[in-house]
């Protein structure tokens, strides 16, 4: 080649000649290459695809069907269950694997029928079984996560604690074999997150759901407050009927923006109510804490809500309005109270003080073996302090022992005044307590208001005569000292018993008694002249009812009215209408302890809100449901 170009320069001209003669036209290729190598570099260059046989059923005839991608089957020895990829898939390669593997099948097609049939029932088995078993698996890791959320639990516990020890037992009590399926439930922190998520989302939309079309509406009660991240949570609690009952759930527990004002929270509220396209007119008695935020006239939360349902109702919470009550106190009682608070910080503010203070009360063989801090936050802290202070007066004494306060201690004036303010406080406290707790009504509420109105008159006169034995320490120390009541004292407890008596009716004025009926239907002491002729002639229907009258729980009114609203629906709404609304937030107040357990400075970064619905929540989580909607896959 080299002395042709030399001779005539045509080497390139050659080459391409014979280059194309080589893609034109096979019979110039030389005879080191051949057609097929040429396909094979073209199929490498992507310049064609390899042809995708389909699975006839006149193959079964050589024994084979088919498996893997329908579109592209690869074939399946019904008697050995050799594989054979795609491009085997023709007649004459699987009559030569009859031929060679089973001469003696020939001709046999019932057989090989008979065969496949085994064979697809025995795959479907097995799928079934594996489909099962990973649809078992993904369900044990909701009700776990289910557990770790009501719990209120971090989710590393599942994979840390949880998985572990169930391993550890099942080991133990069925054996290695059945302890291996353990590790195949998925329960990696990440997941555990998506299935709380995914069971919240449910039990929301149900809820969500059920005030939609809720029976005569629903009622709110709510209040703020602030987490160990410095976020201000919102909480929001409902009340509506369900069934035959009513049913208070957490509607939902939000962080807000920035500031905790009326228009934020009104705001926060406002979308959560687009976004889950529930009416506003649906809500008729919102229950607050009394905050400025919430009620103020014309910024507060509820004046904004008036001006999309002008009807809608507002109640200050009654715990609130209690603890108000009793807080104000004569100046002569509060050093009491003052002096009290000193010593018990004196004792348990030093680590010392408060180990001999112990080993004290453990020498004298004491009921109790330490005081209780007081603060003026919690509204059951002045009751419970007083009281176990005056239970172990003599103990401090003995260790205030040539003190700065062992004077006190020895003054019996002092003393009388400890004992009155730890009997009056420990019955308020006992006051408060009976006005907390769930599904409580504006009759449960007044009941309690009346009775303690009443108890300061009588009090009040037992006093002025002299007679201690309505407060049961003072009355004690009065007989066991064998003293008389300290004048000073008569008259600070007037004072105080007056003060309580004009608090009480400042923050609960008298109600009218035209609702009384609500309660009990069948008294008919209550005025029901208000009401509408055709209520009215409902009422009479239901009151002489001797069925009706039988079957009435005093205890049960709500479920007793929801009954009747079919029957006597006019009536019945309007008794509904006074038994739903909340009176306190207990609810709210209850569920900011949750949170605070739920989130801690271990889990500042979490946002709580699904696991606060799991925990609170009564409506339980179609755990078969949402199995259906996810694709089982077991942990590697």
Known sequence: MMLNWLKSGKLESQSQEQSSCYLENSNCLPPTLDS???IGEENKAGTTSRKKRKYDEDYLNFGFTWTGDKDEPNGLCVIC?????????NPAKLKRHLDTKHPTLKGKSEYFKRKCNELNQKKHTFERYVRDDNKNLLKASYLVSLRIAKQ????????KLIKPCTKDLTTCVFGEKFASKVDLVPLSDTTISRRIEDMSYFCEAVLVNRLKNAKCGFTLQMDESTDVAGLAILLVFVRYIHESSFEEDMLFCKALPTQTTGEEIFNLLNAYFEKHSIPWNLCYHICTDGAKAMVGV???VIARIKKLVPDIKASHCCLHRHALAVKRIPNALHEVLNDAVKMINFIKSRPLNARVFALLCDDLGSLHKNLLLHTEVRWLSRGKVLTRFWELRDEIRIFFNEREFAGKLNDTSWLQNLAYIADIFSYLNEVNLSLQGPN???????????????????WEECITKNNTECFANLNDFLETSNTALDPNLKSNILEHLNGLKNTFLEYFPPTCNNISWVENPFNECGNVDTLPIKEREQLIDIRTDTTLKSSFVPDGIGPFWIKLMDEFPEISKRAVKELMPFVTTYLCEKSFSVYVATKTKYRNRLDAEDDMRLQLTTIHPDIDNLCNNKQAQKSH
């Open 36 to 38: 097929t190598d040429i």
């Open 81 to 89: 269950e050799q594989v054979v990829n795609n491009s085997s898939l």
């Open 152 to 159: 209120g639990e971090a989710y590393t516990i599942a994979e």
């Open 298 to 300: 014309i910024k507060g």
């Open 440 to 458: 409580s009504t504006i009759f449960k509420v007044n009941s309690r208001i009346n009775s303690i109105k009443s108890k300061l008159k009588l």
